[in-house]
């Protein structure tokens, strides 16, 4: 029998086990992107069903954020002291328990409360997921295996919107045709949000199941004492050959530092958490998230019928979709700078043009139109480097403190924007909200060309000596 391949795979590491274990972590992408996108199908008919205010509306929009919030604070802390595994385990039972009182309330209070549950599923996923890709993989596709996670967002924010579209377009076709009886009639047609909200059980089962398949992170192996095991898990990635190397990096790396927040605020590592916290408050005030919260809302207010607007937001997601994928592909090739830098400079001229469009009420198409071009441009820069660089910059002993803080702002912003998008619209008008947005993303260009470094291509203990060295 030749034994070749099996030596390849002990000297070079195995493919197929780097890729089923970022794949599962990935899946914490694919529930983050449903659970914050799914919303956008049930604002009409939840605001119609219990009778909410503007500011009601926002609340709604905003609970899961709040959670957000909780989660990504505490998950760093958590994931550092039991590991990422285990808690991303805990975070799917969160989207789990979340998706089933969701498609249950029978008032609005429960309904807020079990958003906020998924909330703080999704803030712990969004720390630990592109964490534990980020400690898995080799230097030499860390750029392309981690950008994998915004693909999964993707993935997941045009599954929502095209499980939303179905769900009301079936809806609609029984309902002309008088079927007006049943227990899925009740879920799926009468109170149709409640079955939008309740599809996300599937793959939240799924996601909690298949990470009892997978190892704990090698670093966190190393800096928990069990070093054998986390050199087998590194022989296994990246080879024998590179695994003892690897192995003795990590271990130095973690001598070095303290594991304190403390360490975050010093010169060089502050430098980090500066660009980190960058990343994750302008991530939020580009614009993005009132359109994956609110897009149909946005479409119909440029003059869609309902059914259209789903239908548009459907195309939006795949626009998202498609140029993550471009992204993934350049991102260890042409770098994580010029996409972030580049691609922010062309989000700021594409939201400048939808706010002038919707100020000279220009025809719905050239709206959609503009904001197709400017999900594109916002897919190749920030939403695909933000999840890249946030866990690469930070050292092996404290990554999970600084991700946490860097992602708890990111939520914070997000639950901001989400909270005051439908008073801000209704008091200045959309156009206006879009103009600030734009003048936003021009500021965060600039703070990108300032402060942004080249990591590609380097391990992570490098970079860590990029930011500690003069």
Known sequence: MDSRPDERTASQGSVLFLAWVCFIASLGGFLFGYDTAVISGTFEFVEQQFALSKVEVGWFGSAALIGCILG???????????????????????????????????????????????????????????????????????????????????????????????????????????????????????????????????????????????????????????????????????????AGEILSEITAALQREEGTLRELFRPGLRKALILALGLAFFGQLTGVNVVIYYGPTVLREAGLQSGSALLYQVALGTIGLIFTLFAVSKIDSWGRRPLLVGGMAFVTLAMTLTAV????????????????????CLAISICSVIWVMTPEIFPNRVRGRGSSIATFVTWSSNALVAFVFPWFVTTLGMHAAFFTFAAICGVATVFFWKLTPETRGRTLEEIERSFTTR
Do not use: C
């Open 72 to 242: 990504a604070a505490v998950a760093g802390w958590f994931g550092d002291r039991y590991g990422p595994k285990t808690m991303l385990i805990v975070s799917g039972v969160f989207f789990l328990v979340s998706a089933l009182y969701s498609a249950i309330p029978e008032t609005f209070s429960v309904l807020i409360i079990a958003r906020a549950v998924g909330g703080v599923g999704v803030g712990m996923a969004s720390v630990l997921a592109p964490m534990t890709i980020s400690e898995f993989a080799p230097a030499r596709v860390r750029g392309r295996v981690v950008a994998l996670y915004q693909v999964s967002i993707g993935i997941g924010i045009l599954a929502a919107y095209f499980a939303n579209f179905l769900l009301l377009t079936r809806a609609q076709e029984l309902l002309a045709a008088g079927q007006t009886t049943g227990l899925l009639h009740f879920y799926l047609v009468r109170e149709v949000w409640r079955g939008m909200f309740g599809m996300e059980m599937i793959p939240a089962a799924a996601f909690t199941v298949l990470l009892f398949t997978i190892p704990e992170s090698p670093r966190w192996l190393i800096k928990a004492g069990m070093r054998e095991r986390a050199g087998a898990i590194l022989r296994r990635i990246n080879g024998s050959d590179a």
């Open 357 to 376: 469009l919707m100020l000279l009420g220009a025809p719905a198409l050239w709206i959609v139109a503009a904001l197709g071009i400017y999900m594109a």
